[in-house]
């Protein structure tokens, strides 16, 4: 056994994508334990904290925010990615998926983390699994920074996607707004309760998260 942050150190994950990911996991933890209805929670963090594992293989992840790898220098991360590029390939879906192979994730999980993290926009709504559409809203709530409003999200996106058309994100958003609909309907908060503040204790709480 072994705690989320172990994991995080011993696949020399950059500290700002540990932040993003344990941000992601605290929204969908708030969301969780405000549903009229129980839905299975600790799988729900299992893939909202490993969702971004192989990040680093994302042709933009080390030319944005340059601020994020300065500690360490853009030449130690080119080396991570280097070495992630050797291991698992190019593609930072196909490495995040055979990285919790190598954790462990019971199959049932693994099921509903590859619609998690391999389902189009396009096609999202489709999903009929209410614990999948929360850690993917979960997720477009979270920008870098920190927690933002859907439609502050998508632009701060945007910037970092050029070809990413107007045409494109106005469908995202109805898409993600669509799902926001859904989940909220069957919840005791808003959308506009999950906030920077209200997820702080949330992640301070899941630092110590075992993944057995």
Not at 66 to 93: A, I, M, S
Request: glycine share 4%; charged share 35%; hydrophobic share 40%.
């Amino acid at each position: 056994m072994k705690n989320i942050i172990e994991i995080y150190d011993k696949y020399k994950i950059r500290p700002n994508l540990q932040e993003h990911m344990l941000r992601v996991a605290a929204v969908a933890s708030l969301i969780c334990d405000n549903l009229k209805s129980p839905i299975p929670k600790k799988q729900i963090l299992l893939m909202c904290l490993l969702h971004d594992m192989g990040n680093i293989l994302k042709y933009q992840a080390l030319d944005y925010y340059p601020e994020f790898v300065k500690l360490d220098g853009v030449e130690h991360w080119e080396g991570v990615r280097e070495e992630f590029r050797e291991k698992y390939g190019d593609n930072e879906d196909g490495a995040t998926l055979q990285i919790v192979n190598e954790i462990g994730m019971d199959l049932e999980t693994l099921k509903e983390f590859k619609l998690f993290i391999l389902s189009e926009y396009e096609d999202f709504r489709k999903v009929d699994n209410l614990a999948v559409k929360v850690c993917k809203y979960s997720d477009m709530r979270v920008s870098p920074f920190g927690v933002l409003p859907l439609l502050e999200r998508l632009k701060e996106w945007q910037k970092r996607n050029p070809k990413m058309t107007e045409e494109y994100m106005e469908k995202v958003y109805e898409i993600i707004s669509e799902v926001e609909e859904q989940i909220f309907k069957k919840c005791k908060i808003k959308p506009e309760d999950i906030t920077d503040e209200a997820i702080a204790p949330i992640i301070l709480e899941l630092k110590n998260f075992v993944i057995e």
